[in-house]
């Protein structure tokens, strides 16, 4: 069955440090996948996402993300956490080549970010 | 300019109620879709529209009923409001199936 684990349900980490947000995916085909941002009463962002090619993807916000075929996984990563990047983040996984437009997501990782 | 934007943002109604949110995109996508948000924060799938013909319907009870009147628009009707229909529902576009999902604000609907 098509799954997304996010193993870190809460983060904590200091303004300035650095970020890694874990999500694996268990797919039977090559997916695309996705992170989202969700900030509190708001809608969901897309920060980047992954079809093909170079396995490291920038994207908004100075984050970054890298897909691991064969870890199965799309970790996403930020050099130096702000204030401002407290909130709630989604991975989200689509099928490849047959898609249908379906996005499973992980149950998401809530950042709270220290002073 | 707001790409995709839902009515009403919040909506507080009573059971047995029908209640409708409405969804329009100004991204030129061809595909829709609404997701519901429970209150763990879990996202999942309901339906999704293609140049207004169904494409996915997920276990979601027959209570609710989604009407794409032209691609730039999905609205959702709900039938019969019960306490476990109380969540967040997005909507959300993409250029395509497949690719990268534009969502709304979302409809924080209440059941009392």
């Known amino acids: 069955a098509q799954s997304v684990t996010q193993p870190d349900i809460h983060i904590t980490v200091s303004e300035g440090a650095s970020l890694e947000l874990r999500c694996n995916y268990s797919?039977?085909?090559?997916?695309?996948l996705f992170w989202y941002v969700q900030s509190p009463g708001q809608g969901l962002q897309l920060l980047l996402k992954y079809f093909s090619g170079d396995t490291l993807v920038q994207g908004i916000k100075g984050f970054e993300a890298e897909f691991k075929r064969s870890q199965s996984s799309f970790n996403l990563r930020k050099p130096s956490v702000h204030w401002s990047d407290a909130a709630e983040y989604f991975c989200a996984v689509g099928p490849g080549s047959s898609n249908t437009g379906k996005l499973i997501f992980g149950q998401g990782t809530t950042l709270q970010v220290k002073p | 300019d707001t790409a995709v934007s839902q009515t009403p943002k919040y909506l507080v109604t009573q059971m047995g109620n029908d209640k409708s949110i409405k969804c329009e995109q100004n991204?030129?996508?061809?595909?829709m879709y609404w997701y519901k948000q429970d209150s763990k924060k879990f996202l999942k799938i309901m339906f999704s529209?293609?140049?207004?013909?169904?494409?996915i319907n997920e276990t979601v009870p027959n209570r609710f009923s989604p009407k794409s009147p032209d691609k730039a628009h999905l609205n959702l009707h709900i039938n019969s409001l019960e306490l476990g229909d109380s969540a967040v529902y997005f909507c959300a576009s993409s250029f395509n199936q497949g690719y990268e999902q534009y969502f709304g604000p979302g409809t924080r609907l209440t059941v009392t």
């Open positions: 797919y039977g085909a090559t997916p695309y």
């Open positions: 529209y293609n140049n207004k013909e169904l494409i």
């Open positions: 991204l030129g996508h061809d595909t």
